[in-house]
Every structure is written in C-alpha cells, then in structure tokens.
C-alpha cells in the first residue's frame, strides 16, 4: 500500500493543476514552432503567447503589453533590482526595501550594495508588518526604487500594499512588489494599489516550474537583464518557454477565478489548524492573526526544534517546512522571525504548514492527531523542556 502523503507545503511548490498540464502538453512536440518564425506552426505559438499575456494582465488588472515572461520569481525580482537601480543612477543610488523579503530580493539587494548603491531595509512589527509611515521617513531625494513585499512566504503576513503604493506614488518613485505567495491567493489590483512593478511565479499558484512574469507599468524605467534576440517586445531575450507559458496563463486564469470560493475554504481550515496548534502549552502564531494568506499557518513551539517536528512528521506523510531559512547547513534563525523579534532560542521551534486546493478536513483532522504528540514527545526528551510541561 502507498504510504498517505498529507502535503501541506504549497507555499514552497504547488502540483500543476490537470487542466494546466492538458494544455501545455501538445506545445512539447505537436505544436514546437519558434514563436520567432514566420510560417504557421511558429505564428501559432505567439498567439499562444499572447494569449497567455492576456490572461496574467486580466488577472491582476494590467494591460497585456505591460507583463513580460520570465524564468520565475527569481529572475523577475533580479530583474526589478539590477534593471532599475542602473537605469536610475542619474536620480541617485537609494533602494529602499524591507528585512522580511525572500532571498531572491535580499540577495540581489546586498549585490548591489557592493555595486555602489545604498539600501535602507525596513524594520517590521512583531506581526512582521511594514508601516507605510516608515516607508515614508524613509524616502529621500536619491531613493530610485521602494520594494515591499506584497505577502511573507514564511509567517503569510499581507502587508498594506495599497496605502505603501500611494505614498511612494506620491512621491514619483517606482514601486515593486514580490506578489509571488500572494498571486492566486488574495485579489490583486496593480492599479488600485499604485504598483509600478510586480514578480509573480507559476509554480506557487498551480502552474509549472520555472516560468514566471513581471508586471512593469508602462513608462517605468527600467534596463534589460537578459540581453540577446528581440523577444519579449525586446526587453527579454531567450526563446520562449511556450509550454511554460501556455500553463501559467491557464493556471493564473482558474486560480484566480477560484479566490472568492477557495479562501472561505482555506480559512476556515486554517483558523481550525492555528486554534488546535495554540492549545499546545508554550506555542505561539507567528504573523498576523488576520492580514495573513489563507493557507498559512506558523507556529512556534517552544524548547524544542523544527527540524526535529518535521522529521517525525515526514514519518507520518506529513509534508511540511520550518518555515524558516534555518536548513541543515545553517543554523541561521529566520531572518523574518529575528525582525519580527522572536527570540534566537525560541525561532527555532518553529513549523509552517501551508494548506492547498487539495487539502481536506481529514487532512486537518490527521495533522491535528499527530503534530500534539509529536511536540508532547520531543519535549519529553529534550533537557529545555521544564518539569511541568513533560
Ligand atoms: C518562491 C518565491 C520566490 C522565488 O520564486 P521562484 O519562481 O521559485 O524563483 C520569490 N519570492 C517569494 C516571496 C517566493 O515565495
């Protein structure tokens, strides 16, 4: 008998929905054509490209001609930092970003700070939210890019994008945000919310691996960062990936039509999750109880490591994340959780279960029977623990 795999991890990858992978499947072979080409079988393949366009700018209510086709959320935020930091130096050498981003913006961040430029990162609360008054103080004549991140992808906190959009706006510098956990996820509106530019990536919403896309608002400056042939209006090069494109723009369409019924769902699921987890004695939410995405849960649970909880987990089929960048190379805390205040001693105990569209009550009912008695059984063992709670 298969062993039952309960995956609750989908904030670091989804499955491909069946619809997604139908519709890419005849772009492999079938339907090959170089998007570039003049005959038939290639001017297909730009239709589909273009129809894919179509569909990420009705999602997040931008015009098609204002997304470009990427390799992913990686790629899309690299883009944003080295592109517009260089096509911005005569404005000055200022980027304002925040302490709680994903290693895709933080690291690219800290390369340019070795490139010369200036970077403020924002504190947060202990919720992990930013405010858009420190946004504000923040801002000065040379600042070029403020970067805020639309949802955390460790603890699921949403910040408020909107108000943060319309005081950088205000103030006539560009806006980015990583959307990466929040795209399929919560609504999103680029106009409403004054983003000039946003990263987005397939397989965190039920689309492939390795595509992705950047919204950049028309008349926002910015230089390439894969240079080479004149796809993508000229502004990335790279043969397209039309399978990966054909399934992001079937993903994002379905998933984004499925939020208003699909996070009732998965709140429910997860305020039942955050409410069993929290009668554990010495546990606590990390993020915020409600500006957060629907399908993350975080909690640390104190005297004891998340590395430990995730292994006996896995015994179970379990499938989930210490929600943290501490692996088994580094011992390093969460960055997220050290600027949100957790103690050192404290973050290590902590474990993300993001739910998903495949996630069920008998899901839920499973990890609420095994995670108790995994947390009951390494306190048992561990010398932190105090008498009183063994
Ligand atoms: C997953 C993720 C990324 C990276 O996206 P890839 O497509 O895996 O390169 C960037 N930012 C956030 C917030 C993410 O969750």
């Not at 909107?162 to 919560?186: C, K, L, P, Y």
Request: aromatic share 6%; charged share 20%; hydrophobic share 40%.
């Amino acid at each position: 008998m298969d062993k039952k795999i309960v995956y609750m991890d989908h904030a670091a990858t989804t499955y491909a929905a069946p619809e997604v992978v139908e519709a890419m499947l005849p772009y492999f072979s079938e339907k090959f054509g170089n998007p570039s080409s003049v005959y038939s079988i290639g001017q297909e393949n730009k239709a589909a490209i273009d129809e894919a366009r179509a569909k990420v700018a009705a999602a997040i209510n931008a015009d098609p001609n204002e997304i470009y086709f990427t390799a992913g959320g990686s790629e899309s935020d690299n883009w944003v930092f080295k592109g517009a930091a260089f096509a911005n130096t005569r404005k000055g050498k200022h980027i304002i970003t925040t302490a709680v981003e994903h290693h895709a913006v933080l690291h690219a961040a800290e390369w340019l700070q070795s490139q010369g430029f200036e970077v403020t990162y924002l504190p947060v609360d202990k919720y992990g939210m930013v405010s858009p008054a420190d946004v504000e103080k923040a801002i000065r004549p040379d600042t070029i890019l403020v970067s805020v991140m639309y949802a955390n992808n460790e603890v699921g906190t949403i910040q408020p994008i909107a108000e943060i959009g319309a005081v950088v706006r205000a103030h006539g510098i560009s806006f980015h945000t990583d959307a990466v956990q929040a795209v399929g996820h919560v609504p999103i509106d680029v106009k409403a919310a004054c983003i000039d530019m946003l990263s987005l990536s397939g397989h965190k919403f039920y689309g492939p691996k390795g595509v992705g896309a950047l919204y950049i608002r028309q008349g926002v400056r910015i230089q390439n960062l894969i240079h080479g042939g004149a796809q993508e209006s000229k502004h990335r090069a790279g043969t397209e990936n039309v399978p990966g494109i054909v399934g992001l723009g079937v993903a994002i369409e379905r998933t984004v039509r499925a939020i208003p019924q699909e996070s009732v769902r998965l709140i429910a699921m997860r305020d039942s999750l955050i409410a069993e987890l929290l009668r554990i004695p010495a546990s606590h939410l990390n993020g915020h109880p409600v500006k957060r995405l629907p399908n993350n849960v975080n909690i640390t649970f104190e005297y004891i490591e998340g590395e430990g909880i995730l292994l006996l987990l896995n015994t179970f089929g379990i499938c989930a994340s210490t929600g943290s960048a501490c692996n088994s190379v580094s011992l390093e805390p969460s960055h997220v959780l050290t600027a949100m205040g957790v103690s050192h001693e404290i973050s290590h105990g902590s474990v993300r279960l993001t739910i998903g569209e495949r996630t069920t009550d008998a899901d839920v009912a499973y990890v609420l029977e095994k995670l108790p008695a995994i947390v009951r059984r390494l306190r048992s063992m561990s010398p932190l623990t105090p008498q009183e709670l063994k």
